[in-house]
């Protein structure tokens, strides 16, 4: 099922979609639990043995006075990952139930805000770049969870390609789950003193996907889910406008400002990010250099260039290249995370190389600046309502 005016793809439906992925959910489970038990690497120098798990990152970071980061990268890794785990699977399970609780709505919805905070597949990227940085520095042993990781990485892939969100919904429509009663012949926006000549305007529910019947301009719910009802995102342009300008004024100190130091024999090296690019490519590391310099420099620019464009093509009312600039919406809500590789780099480093005055590596506010510029665009993508182009171009009369 595709929409008919730009041709992005609504609904893919799937073979007993819910059964499967409630399979591959706990599966994925068990190898998260693994992930977080066991340690991610060991390290050794001069009779020096360190060893870090997914919690030495955030604590390292707290304790070297950077407790944002460690926030960012907690709710990151372990969070948003565990809870949206979990939470699928207790709403898959509670589904087959024979009398479901009534939350499962609440947690569904959870679970969906969820998928663009959970950042594994992310983060092992930035564990391979700490792994190619240290592997010439100390003696590197990969710990199991790194394997329970990749593993976590293409099971979650997988389920999420399985399930199908609006099947679920169903499910909850079907077994009376929904935050109002629901008739095929009439919404329950419509209201029992309506007049049947007011115009009603159709509108899709951002989360849940259900499409409801509007009268004027009061606030309505949606029928199914609860949430509330709007034509397009209130405030769109103006929201994200204001954080696409947040995030330029932190992407210059995130910039300028070095994202770690090495403190070698008492001596620090600070490092920004275009410095480690260099490093990278000074030691002939070109494909990591590469991924470094898409991820963390080319990546931000194209989101916050990408956003403006759009912003500023709707507000002038363009027609032209609307289904491209639709499909550079989707690019550029998608891409935003791959930046936080150098984040999670940082975190890992500072939690396996502090051989007291040996060598230590140091977080720097360049890193805090970058994390913040990363989750700003995130928040950025998610206000713009690409709707909004194809109503301006018809406002003007060139559609």
Known sequence: MTCARCGFGLRRTQINSLARCLALTLTAIVLFIIACATPLM???????????????????????????????VLFTTVAAPGLKLLGTAYVLIGLRLGKPPHHLRTVFVWVDHLRHWAMVEVYLLGVFVAYVKLVDLVHIDVGSAVYA????????????????????????????????????ERSALE????????ARQAVACETCGKVS?????????????????????PNSIVRCWA?????????????????????????????????????????????????????????????????????????????RRLLDRTRLYRIVSVIGRWSMIDVFMISILVALVRFGAIVTIEPGFGAVAFAGVVIITIFAAEAFDPRTMWDAASASGRT
């Open 42 to 72: 060991h390290v050794s120098t001069s009779g020096i043995v360190l060893g870090a798990d997914l919690f030495s990152g955030p604590w390292r970071l707290d304790q070297q006075g950077v407790w944002e980061l460690a926030v960012v």
């Open 243 to 319: 954080l696409v300008i947040a995030a330029l004024v932190l992407y210059l100190p995130a910039n300028i400002f070095p994202v770690l130091t090495v403190v070698q024999l008492g001596s620090g090296a600070p490092s920004t990010i275009l410095g480690g690019v260099e490093e990278l490519v000074a030691a002939k590391m070109y494909p990591l250099a590469a991924l470094v310099f898409f991820a963390s420099i080319l990546v931000p620019v194209l989101k916050l260039g990408g956003l403006m464009l759009l912003l500023i093509m709707t507000q002038l009312r363009q027609s």
């Open 191 to 198: 209201g029992d003193g309506a007049d049947a000549s007011s």
């Open 213 to 233: 019947l509007l009268h004027g301009a009061a606030r309505h719910e949606c029928p199914r889910c609860g949430a509330h009802l709007h034509l397009r995102k």
């Open 149 to 184: 990781l990749v593993g976590l990485m293409l099971i979650g892939v997988a389920a999420d390609a399985m399930l199908d969100r609006a099947a679920v919904w169903e499910e909850m429509e079907r077994r009376g789950l929904t935050r109002h009663p629901v008739t095929a």
